[in-house]
């Protein structure tokens, strides 16, 4: 078939996620390399979104497709209730990379379900109902991730599930509070954090869940302490710090796990994405010691078809093993630092960009009618005027993939990028601000 006979066959059959149907226009992909897509007309796209934060390592990698094929000659499936080797091994080195109190893997399909079974885990070993999770958060659309999630995307399943509490991220940039330090906002969201537990009954509350580093929603990085100050009131009322990687981690901050630049060690972690960088789908929740001793007598009533499926363990299996051999951690901590500097000449060059946040290569742009009031270019949870539509437009006029939320434009490429690249991209991205600016200065938005 040819593209566009592709790209009319989609539309017809296929129900495009987050989107009105009716002017949707797919570009129909031939192949992939590198950080680089291309059309059958031979036009080649950049993903600097890493297609949903999770082509860590691009595309064509050598090691994870080999090891896909050779699981193949084995077999292409067993269930859990079945040993198999991958399974084993990818669990050993998950475990491996975390910290000393961690002890064991329950494998799920994506980061959705491992975020459920998160919860699932927390009820049943605390005994306990209560959730709290944050306001600007994305754990997943199904039922139970969806109920965690703080943002519009939650709106369809309500009314919710009983027992599901939100509280506000430390989101410094929109909330404009004077504070001198970093610390003094910690000391401020820690003591609201801590109020609204008591308000709530801390002895029915099994879990505090979190995006490490908060994605979509803004790439909000937790002030100094922050982290830290979670983990001491968690252990104070004998609640579950759970940090959601699904995103964060596998190397994306410049560390293995994002919560490893906080000093802080979870009772839970729920990975997906990056394990296996979306070659064969895959996701999982890592807990404990206690947690995993408590299950060895009790029945962990989890469980799904595939989780653990053999091709994706084995292709996890050669994606972490890359990411260790590869240093990609420690690439992407010098890249990192490159992209930190370009974007905060884009922040000074700007009047549409009101901040810019950067860790490793998990980054956005904020864009906004006014430096001063900081005013949002888009309203949060609308844009009536298609706003971040036509702007997200005009980088694809110039190759540039990416997709926005709110008011922020992501900025989240593969990891295996270079300076070079980088740099040539976010030059894009600089003149399609020049043309943001004149929308704000002729009213258009």
């Not at 593209?3 to 129909?28: A, F, T």
């Not at 699981?71 to 080797?85: C, V």
């Not at 260790?324 to 420690?330: L, P, R, S």
């Not at 993939?401 to 709110?406: K, R």
Request: net charge negative; glycine share 8%; hydrophobic share 35%.
């Amino acid at each position: 078939m040819k593209g566009q006979e592709i790209r009319d066959k989609q539309k017809k059959y296929v129900l495009q996620s987050w989107n009105k149907q009716r002017n949707l226009n797919p570009i129909p992909i031939e192949k992939a390399d590198n950080i680089y897509l291309y059309d059958y007309d031979g036009n080649r796209y950049t993903d600097m979104s890493s297609l949903h934060v999770n082509m860590n390592l691009g595309y064509g990698n050598k090691e994870i497709n080999d090891a896909i094929r050779a699981k193949l000659d084995q077999y292409a499936f067993i269930s859990e209730a079945y040993a198999d080797k991958d399974r084993a091994e990818l669990a050993e080195l998950i475990v491996s990379l975390m910290p000393d109190n961690m002890a064991k893997v329950f494998f799920t399909n994506a980061g959705a379900d491992a975020n459920e079974n998160a919860v699932k885990i927390a009820r049943m070993f605390t005994g306990k109902n209560k959730i709290f999770s944050r306001y600007r958060s994305y754990h997943g659309s199904t039922f139970g991730a969806g109920n965690l999630t703080g943002e519009p995307r939650r709106y369809t399943l309500e009314p919710g599930i009983p027992g599901f509490v939100k509280f506000m991220d430390p989101y410094m940039y929109r909330d404009n509070l004077p504070f001198e330090t970093e610390e003094e906002c910690t000391e401020f969201y820690l003591k609201k954090l801590e109020e609204q537990i008591n308000y709530e009954n801390p002895d029915n509350i099994a879990a505090i869940v979190m995006e490490t580093v908060t994605g979509t929603n803004g790439i909000i990085i937790p002030p100094k302490g922050y982290l830290p100050g979670v983990r001491k009131i968690c252990d104070k009322y004998g609640i579950l710090m759970v940090c959601d990687e699904v995103m964060a981690g596998w190397c994306r901050t410049g560390k293995m796990f994002a919560f490893q630049n906080f000093d802080v060690k979870p009772d839970i972690v729920t990975f997906a994405k990056g394990v296996t960088c979306g070659y064969v789908q895959l996701g999982g929740v890592c807990v404990s010691k206690d947690i995993a001793d408590y299950f060895d007598d009790h029945v962990l009533s989890c469980g799904l078809t595939y989780n653990g499926h053999p091709l994706a363990c084995a292709a996890g299996v050669a994606c972490v093993k890359y990411y260790v051999e590869h240093d990609i951690a420690g690439h992407v901590s010098e890249v990192g630092e490159v992209l930190g500097e370009l974007l905060e000449d884009i922040k000074a060059t700007h009047p549409s960009v009101g901040d810019v946040r950067y860790i490793g290569l998990f980054s956005c742009v904020e864009l906004v009618k006014d430096k001063k009031t900081r005013e949002a270019l888009v309203p949060y949870g609308r844009d009536p005027k298609g706003v971040m539509p036509k702007i997200l437009g005009m980088l694809k006029e110039k190759k540039f993939m990416t997709f926005s939320h709110e008011n922020i434009i992501l900025i989240a490429p593969p990891l295996i990028i270079t300076a070079d690249q980088l740099k040539e991209e976010l030059a894009k991205l600089d003149e399609v601000l020049y043309d943001v600016d004149k929308m704000i200065e002729g009213d258009e938005v």
